[in-house]
């Protein structure tokens, strides 16, 4: 690959109908960023990490898509695999929610939570859409995907995708990656696999995720949220804010109303 | 149309929050109600006003320092001000995020609750500082109580900018937590009556306000539900255990709600809630309920 270049945009294209859920990525992620791991999940499938937190920044989630009932020989149902990832979207949920300011847009357009900044008030764990940040236990603060920040910085591939062995984790600069899913799409619905589709490739989603996916099924069937519902925090604030300021006046009101019914007993008591 | 998706997690926002959002409610709706009586100019009503100013202190002495402990790093409290961001230092105020304002308005209305307490102290002849009298002026108190309005609804905004279930499925939180701030204040300032008899003259607009009150908090509540059937999502928070809490909610509504069907908006029925001390005290409980089924069913 070309040198990384600060000022141009990185990400990931992870290609699921290749995943075969080795988790060499997990294993990559933590050994280079020293994540310590939380203590096993025994949950259905081969998946014992359970979800992306402060501990896992990749996490291969299993999907038991297996027909109960055999139909036909090989009819194409099997388990689902997806090596999930911090999207690092171009409209950031919890960039956009952060008091501190400690979410920031690096040279490399990916989403970076400068430890030394954050304080851990967790604004960006309720805001982020994809389950992906969570706190650390250790340092109190909230951690997620870097797109390994300090491999870039030093012209390395990301651990996951350098680990990767069946290239489902591939990384580059993301207008490449957006041709290389397109073809791939193409190449995948030539050969009969409809179910495919692309996530996050382009702009309907957050405005598009550096991160993005091949899908063999539906978003949510993976915990990403269709087009519909890929919306930002700040939406409800128009709402939230009127519905306040309406119940503001009509409280202000109301005690002026209590009020005029204290003088007019005042008054009568008087007279 | 289907339901709303959610995926995002659980930021374990759980007591220290809810201490915070309880007091943020009586301290802003407090202040207020003490400033329309202050308002009103008539010299009867100034005790009253002062047991508001009063009440509105202590939680914003506490406010900071529950959610500092809230914080995974709470020395560092001071970054909702500062960007510490190397090379871009400066303050950081982001109108779009509800936390961002809401720690410039703790240090507003955190200045102003001292002031009015510090002035109620000096006017009842228990402090000496002239200074605190001349700042804590009508003008002064009206500019305090846009701020105590905001402080005790604005935390329900917040819950709702985000991407959480519930939370973000309402545009109600707001308005639903400022009315039960509001009602609750207005039942622990006549509870504190019992400890001021020259207050007395002013439990009866005290007690008519909180029967509007009780009743906006109604008409809210079933706003929020409405909003949550339309997202699907109301099984999440008015389901069991939750339901519980629901019914403290409503039995906190029922003493206002009693005295607007029977006494309307009379102020003669005011001896219930001054008198009693139950009554108030399940008024408060109500106010607590609300923001413990809101902020708990969707994390734990």
């Known amino acids: 690959m070309p040198h990384i270049t600060p000022g141009q945009a990185y990400g990931f294209f992870t290609d699921t109908s290749v995943c075969i859920g080795c988790k060499a990525c997990e294993v990559a992620c933590k050994q280079w960023n020293q994540l310590e791991g939380n203590a096993p999940s025994f949950l259905d499938g081969f998946d014992n990490t359970g979800r992306l937190d402060a501990e896992n920044w990749r996490h291969v989630q299993f999907h038991d898509d297996v027909p109960d009932e055999t139909l036909s020989e090989g009819n194409g149902k099997a388990w689902l695999l997806m090596s999930d990832v911090c999207k690092h979207c171009k409209q950031a949920s919890c960039m956009e929610v952060c008091p501190t300011n400690a979410i920031i847009r690096t040279e490399f357009d990916s989403v970076f939570i400068q430890p030394d900044v954050c304080n851990g008030c967790r604004n960006c764990i309720a805001a982020c859409p994809y389950d992906v940040i969570g706190a650390s236990h250790t340092t109190g603060i909230a951690q997620k995907c870097t797109l390994c920040y300090d491999r870039l910085q030093n012209d390395m591939t990301p651990a996951c995708a350098k680990a990767c062995p069946t290239e489902s984790i591939k990384f580059g600069p993301v207008e490449e990656l957006r041709r290389t899913a397109v073809e791939r799409l193409q190449t995948l619905h030539a050969q009969g696999v409809t179910q495919a589709s692309l996530y996050g490739h382009d702009e309907k989603v957050y405005g598009g995720l550096n991160a993005f996916f091949l899908l063999m099924d539906k978003p949510e069937k993976y915990g990403l949220p269709d087009e519909r519902n890929a919306v930002l925090p700040s939406r409800n604030n128009a709402g939230g804010y009127l519905t306040a300021a309406v119940t503001a006046v009509l409280g202000v009101l109301g005690g002026l109303i209590a009020l005029r019914r204290r003088r007019e007993k005042v008054s009568s008591e008087d007279g | ?300």
Do not use: C
């Open chain 2, 1 to 300: 149309m289907g339901d709303v998706q959610h995926f995002a997690g659980p930021p374990d926002w759980l007591w220290y929050i809810l201490a915070y959002f309880f007091l943020a409610g009586l301290s802003g709706g407090s202040y207020v109600l003490a400033t329309l009586l202050r308002l009103r100019g008539a010299p009867g009503d100034e005790p009253m006003a002062r047991i508001g100013y009063y009440i509105a202190f202590p939680p914003m002495v506490l406010a900071p320092i529950l959610l500092a402990l809230d914080l995974g790093q709470p020395l560092r409290f001071w970054h909702m001000l500062w960007n510490t961001t190397p090379g871009h230092p400066g303050v950081n105020f982001k109108y779009w995020s509800p936390m961002s304002i809401g720690s410039w308005a703790l240090i507003v209305f955190g200045a102003v609750t001292t002031v009015s307490f510090a002035a109620s102290l000096v006017r009842d002849g228990k402090l000496r500082l002239p200074l605190v009298t001349w700042l804590d002026n009508r003008p002064f108190n009206v500019f305090g109580s846009l701020f105590g309005l905001f402080i005790a609804g604005y935390t329900g905004v917040l819950l709702s900018v985000s991407n959480q279930p519930v939370w973000s499925d309402t545009w109600a939180l707001g308005g639903l937590f400022l009315a039960s701030g509001l009602a609750g204040s207005a039942a622990l300032m006549l509870l504190l009556t019992r400890f001021r008899p020259e207050a007395r003259p002013s439990a009866g607009m005290l007690s008519v306000s909180e029967r509007l009150y009780a009743l906006l908090e109604l008409a809210l509540i079933a706003v929020f539900a409405l909003t949550l059937i339309a997202a699907g999502t109301q099984g999440q928070v008015f389901g069991l255990p939750w339901l519980v809490l629901w019914l403290v909610v409503l039995a906190g509504l029922i003493p206002g709600l009693y005295g607007l069907a029977t006494e309307r908006l009379s102020p003669n029925g005011a001896a219930a809630l001054r008198h009693s001390l139950a009554v108030p005290l399940l008024v408060l409980a109500g106010v607590l309920a609300l923001r413990a089924a809101v902020i708990f069913s969707i994390q734990v």
